[in-house]
């Protein structure tokens, strides 16, 4: 059984940092991409971040901001956000897939609950 957890979301003030973290476990291992999505209310699902192997990803909107990384050992993944602004207020979450192509650009076969982000203006 896969299961993806998220946690380290909260309330931070604008141009505070917050650390994300997505514990894996199961089938899930350092062959399997893994990403960072994120969904605020009335708006699409947004791709963040994703990490294949040692390559890294970034959406436009994040790059510069956040950074993803992960630790193999803990099959764990973590997204480190800074300069956060109220728009990027939300609730995250962590997907994983074998395919980076359908990870990144369709949809992750395996997803976390997700975590609330809250930036103050």
């Known amino acids: 059984q896969v299961q993806l957890v998220e946690s380290g979301g909260g309330l931070v003030r604008a141009g505070g940092s917050l650390n994300l973290s997505c514990a894996a476990s199961?089938?899930?291992?350092?062959?399997?991409?893994m990403a960072w999505f994120r969904q605020a209310p009335r708006n699409e699902r947004e791709r963040l971040a994703a990490?294949?192997?040692?390559?890294?990803y970034y959406a436009d909107s994040v790059k510069g901001r956040f950074t993803i990384s992960r630790d193999n050992a803990k099959n764990t993944v973590y997204l480190q956000m800074s300069s956060l602004k109220p728009e990027d207020t939300a609730v995250y979450y962590c997907?994983?897939?074998?395919?980076?192509?359908?990870?990144?650009?369709?949809?992750?076969?395996?997803w976390g609950q997700g975590t609330q982000v809250t930036v103050s203006s």
């Open positions: 990490v294949f192997y040692t390559s890294t």
């Open positions: 199961g089938r899930i291992s350092r062959n399997y991409a």
């Open positions: 997907a994983a897939d074998l395919s980076f192509d359908r990870l990144w650009y369709d949809n992750p076969q395996y």
